[in-house]
């Protein structure tokens, strides 16, 4: 993403094609979320045993397993924070395109045709960008990841902007259309708007602990499966960064042994990772009168 704005931002110098700097600067915001993404991935992933604290805030160092997992899940949600902040400075780098889009569209006087050579920075990050989209979402999908995929999501928003690009500047070009290159950047700039609102929606919903309801009743399915289980008490899905976490209450026999519970506990855990990739499963049994 640094090589595609660096490149887009001297062609759109050299070319004076305004639709080609908002699309550099889209991509700039690329480089910043992607930054911000690896700082957070950073702070989830670090499980340095010595760490005596999370983020300034201490942590016991003789806490049990499920709290020491507890804290372990709680760093991915850095993840949906630095994505939120991305999101923030996204709208702000649109509002700023979109206004400088309609001043350009209303002093049309001062406009020029944009050079040919504009339309080669749109094709290099065309190109590049795709790469990326597909490694992202192909990961994305083999790891259930949230994050993966939303960034999937971003880069196709980006391609789509890069290939429009290309086509507002060869239409300029050709038919010498001076008012394109103002509207197509107030385009591209409304395209950034919108990115940037899906994802920030997306990451605060998270952040509140929403999950969608219909993957719930999903996960509700595969449990009731289990003839053992008479029925489901309570089941709560939540995002951890890019991470499915479950708990739940099962209704079951009352004269169920603790181990046959663990081992039911185990084949729900098992039957959940491998069919929607989910995290961590905690399950909590009460009998059934």
């Known amino acids: ?29 690329g480089t910043i979320s992607t930054g911000l993404l690896i700082i957070g991935v950073h702070i989830a992933t670090d499980n340095d045993d010595g760490d005596n604290d999370l983020m ?7 806490a049990s397993f499920y709290n020491k997992k507890k804290y372990q899940l709680l760093r991915f949600r850095f993840e949906t924070i630095f ?7 996204m709208i702000a780098i649109a ?26 920075g749109a094709v290099i990050s065309a ?7 597909l490694v992202n979402l192909i990961k994305g999908k083999q790891t259930n990841n ?41 385009i591209v700039g409304i395209f950034i708007l919108y990115s940037g609102v899906q994802i920030f929606t997306e990451s605060s919903l998270n952040l509140i602990g929403y999950f969608n309801p219909k993957k719930e009743r999903d996960y509700c399915d595969v449990i009731t499966e289990n003839k053992e289980v008479k ?15 479950i708990d739940c209450t099962l209704m079951v026999d009352g004269t169920m042994t603790v181990q046959d519970s663990y081992n039911l506990s185990k084949k729900i855990e098992n039957q959940l990772k491998n069919k929607f990739k989910i995290a961590d499963l905690r399950i909590s049994f009460i009998p059934f009168l």
């Open 95 to 120: 509002l700023s395109v979109i206004f400088s889009g309609t001043h350009s569209l209303l002093n049309l006087k001062n406009q020029t045709i944009p050079k040919p050579i504009g339309m080669l």
């Open 127 to 133: 190109f590049i960008i795709l790469i990326i989209y």
């Open 231 to 245: 029925s489901i008490v309570g089941l709560s899905a939540h995002y951890n960064g890019g991470l499915i976490t």
């Open 146 to 186: 949230s994050t993966l995929l939303a960034s999937a999501k971003d880069s196709l928003g980006d391609e789509i902007a890069s290939v429009g690009t290309f086509i507002s500047i060869f239409l300029m070009c050709e038919f010498h259309l001076v008012w394109m290159d103002a509207l197509s950047s107030i």
């Open 56 to 62: 300034g805030a201490p942590i016991d160092k003789q």
């Open 1 to 29: 993403y640094v090589l595609i704005f660096i490149i887009e931002y001297i062609l759109s110098v050299i070319s004076g094609a305004e639709v080609l700097r908002a699309d550099a600067f889209n991509n700039l915001m």
């Open 83 to 89: 994505t939120l902040i991305a999101s923030i400075l």
